[in-house]
């Protein structure tokens, strides 16, 4: 079945930087798009960036030029790299997977950025 384990959250100064891993496992990770959610306190949960399996990525507005989505094909992993973090990024983020039309989610991993 789908898994998705994330790792890589914590607290963190403003202007910090974290680096979330997602590792996948029980389908066809390569040829699927991976992304990365986050949902703070009171708040719906929200699509921070994505990646397709033709390498296409996109971004939410609020994070562009500060965070990085990348994937390893070869390891069945999804990373996201937070810089310049502001406490506004706090919240519990999300690994998803989009598999044959239906969205798979991690566990959550919690970002607390203080200032």
């Known amino acids: 079945q789908v898994q998705l384990v994330e790792s890589g959250g914590g607290l963190v100064q403003a202007g910090g930087s974290l680096r979330l891993s997602c590792a996948a496992s029980g389908f066809m990770f390569s040829i699927y798009t991976m992304g990365w959610y986050r949902q703070a306190p009171g708040k719906q949960r929200e699509l921070v960036a994505s990646f397709s399996s033709r390498s296409t990525t996109n971004y939410e507005d609020s994070v562009k030029g500060r965070f990085t989505i990348s994937r390893d094909n070869a390891k069945n992993t999804v990373h996201l790299q937070m810089n310049s973090l502001e406490p506004e990024d706090t919240a519990v983020y999300y690994c998803?997977?989009?598999?044959?039309?239906?969205?798979?989610w991690g566990q959550g991993t919690q970002v607390i950025v203080s200032s």
């Open positions: 998803n997977a989009q598999v044959a039309g239906r969205a798979y």
